[in-house]
């Protein structure tokens, strides 16, 4: 079995501050994602990498940067901190892509003062 | 414009009652279906799956009805306990497609 590790659980940022999620998967899988949770709408995917130093961007990508320098991690960052993107940012991983099951880390919690 | 709709959007059900919770889909091209569990404060995780060359799937206490027709699957949670409580999260992808589409969730509540 493997894991996914996000860091940290809970962050705390001012508004229009810049701000860094991270997300490490030891199943060796190829392909990581990074969704937003908001309350009562679901998942929703922002970016999500196929392989090493490759990124596509999903549908809710504006403000928000990725970074896939290693297979085993992948890290997000909001460019500016808005108080209307407090939520769970839930990152994936995956063997392929679409019809494949997706193992999810615990989230982290974004709160904006 | 949501790809995946989920009803009702929350559940209470006694101990022992099945539960049903319903998915739609609007894309033909959608051929995978997964069902998601998730606990407060914790990732959500695959719970059941199923294809659509398939009309039915089961695990344990848990079974998907598809119909292909109507674009239309279901959920049963069959003799629910309390730890099914939980929120439940239809998806579905393409072959070939890039990401799972999620529907906005079922939250279930079961009552002793």
């Known amino acids: 079995g493997g894991i996914i590790t996000q860091t940290p659980k809970f962050l705390i940022g001012q508004e229009g501050q810049k701000l860094t999620l991270k997300c490490q998967q030891n199943?060796?899988?190829?392909?990581m994602y990074w969704y937003r949770q908001d309350s009562g709408k679901g998942l929703r995917l922002i970016y999500y990498?196929?392989?090493?130093?490759?990124?596509q961007k999903g549908d809710l990508s504006e403000g928000y940067d990725a970074s896939r320098e290693k297979k085993s991690s992948f890290s997000l960052t909001v460019t500016s901190a808005q108080k209307n993107e407090m939520a769970v940012f839930l990152c994936?991983?995956?063997?392929?892509?679409?019809?494949?099951?997706?193992?999810f880390g615990p989230g982290t919690r974004l709160t904006v003062l | 414009q949501q790809q995946v709709r989920q009803s009702p959007q929350s559940l209470t059900v006694w101990e022992g009652e099945t539960a049903i919770l319903n998915c739609s889909y609007e894309n033909s091209a959608f051929d995978y279906f997964p069902w998601y569990q998730q606990f407060p404060g914790e990732g959500p995780a695959l719970l059941i799956a199923i294809r659509s060359v398939s009309d039915k799937k089961e695990d344990g206490g848990f079974t998907i009805f598809f119909n292909k027709r109507e674009k239309n699957l279901s959920l049963h949670i069959k003799d629910s306990q309390p730890g099914d409580s939980a929120t439940y999260f239809c998806a579905a992808s393409a072959q070939g497609g890039r990401a799972l589409i999620f529907g906005t969730g079922t939250t279930v509540s079961v009552s002793p």
């Open positions: 199943f060796n899988h190829d392909t």
């Open positions: 994936a991983s995956t063997i392929g892509t679409g019809g494949y099951e997706q193992y």
């Open positions: 990498s196929i392989t090493e130093n490759d990124l």
